[in-house]
């Protein structure tokens, strides 16, 4: 069974750039979360993604964006990047929206805004 | 506004004693617990979970105990294990409002277990 991997591990950008981070779900699973985690903080929700269809979405600004393709993979966008967006990204996939179904994580991606 | 709150920054246990963490919830919606294990530069990982129509659940070591109506939950790891040590996470969601499945986090306890 292949976990959820994510890529690219880091990333270095400036302000007012755009990044695109990626995540491949584990096999068998349909729906994909992406969360932001500040240091010192636990993560918080950003969208998660059902069947290629946005299916919730946390308090954050239209800038962050994302994408779900047929075979279940996922891409967080974010544009106009700020110093506070600064922070490792999250995914976690799932199998199906259930109530009762755990999400399982990926390792990350440490985006830094210098 | 911190719905999931976990007061305790670090705990610090000795091998092969309990260790307890501790988590407060104040959304009363949440019917669903969650706790993750993170190593540094791994992601989280699921270790286990309870619906609030139980008062506990218990999976090897790993034990969650749930008290609705003090809105507290707690993990006991028992015997601890120098490898347990790690962040955990206490995670919330709530059933209702439809199929969107958003897990709230508290800002995690650094569990050491010394040998």
């Known amino acids: 069974e292949t976990g959820v991997t994510q890529s690219p591990t880091h990333l270095i950008k400036t302000r007012g750039q755009q990044v695109t981070l990626r995540c491949s779900s584990q096999s068998g699973h349909n729906t994909v979360s992406w969360y932001q985690q500040a240091l010192g903080q636990g993560p918080q929700f950003i969208f998660q993604y059902y069947r290629e269809e946005e299916n919730g979405r946390g308090n954050f600004p239209p800038r962050f964006s994302g994408l779900q393709f047929p075979n279940y993979s996922s891409e967080l966008n974010v544009n106009a990047l700020e110093l506070d967006d600064s922070a490792l990204y999250l995914c976690a996939s799932s199998s199906g929206t259930g109530h009762n179904q755990p999400q399982h994580f990926g390792d990350g991606t440490r985006l830094s805004i210098l | 506004d911190q719905q999931v709150k976990q007061n305790s920054p670090s705990l610090s246990v000795q091998e092969g004693r309990i260790s307890i963490l501790n988590c407060d919830y104040t959304?009363?919606?949440?019917?669903?617990f969650l706790w993750y294990k993170k190593y540094p530069a791994e992601g989280p990982t699921f270790l286990i979970s309870?619906?609030?129509?139980?008062d506990k659940n218990e999976d090897g070591r790993f034990t969650v105990f749930l008290n609705k109506s003090a809105k507290h939950l707690s993990l006991h790891i028992v015997p601890s294990q120098p490898g347990d040590s790690a962040v955990y996470f206490c995670?919330?969601?709530?059933?209702?409002?439809?199929?969107?499945?958003?897990?709230?986090f508290g800002k995690g306890t650094l569990l050491t277990v010394n040998p």
């Open positions: 309870i619906s609030s129509i139980k």
């Open positions: 959304n009363s919606m949440f019917d669903y």
């Open positions: 995670a919330a969601s709530a059933a209702s409002g439809g199929s969107n499945y958003k897990l709230t």
